[in-house]
C-alpha cells in the first residue's frame, strides 16, 4: 500500500484485467452456420449485442484470491456468459 501511495506502483496499480473482448457465440464467421445447425432464441440486450466476454489477467488465482505459487509466472483467462 505504501509503494502505490508513494510511487503509483506496484500490484495495485493494476486493475487486474489487464484486457477484454466481447464476441457473439453465434457470429457466423466463428462459426459456420453449415457446421454449427443451433438455433437458440436470443436472450440478449439487442441483435448485435455481445453475450461472451472474454478477460485476461497478469496472473492465477485458485479460487477467489486464493494465489497459487507467488514465484509461478502465469495468465488467466477468465469468460463469462453475458445472457
Not at 505504501?2 to 484485467?17: D, E, H, I, M, Q
Request: with cysteine.
Amino acid at each position: 500500500m505504501l509503494r502505490y501511495k508513494l510511487w503509483g506502483t506496484g500490484p495495485l496499480a493494476s486493475n487486474v484485467g489487464e484486457s477484454v473482448a466481447f464476441f457473439r457465440s453465434d457470429d457466423q464467421v466463428l462459426f459456420p452456420p453449415a457446421e454449427y445447425k443451433n438455433d437458440l432464441e436470443d436472450a440478449n440486450s439487442g441483435p448485435d449485442a455481445p453475450d461472451l466476454e472474454i478477460i485476461m489477467c497478469p496472473g492465477a488465482v485458485h479460487s477467489h484470491n486464493v494465489s497459487l505459487d507467488p514465484k509461478l509466472q502465469a495468465y488467466q483467462m477468465i469468460i463469462v456468459l453475458l445472457r
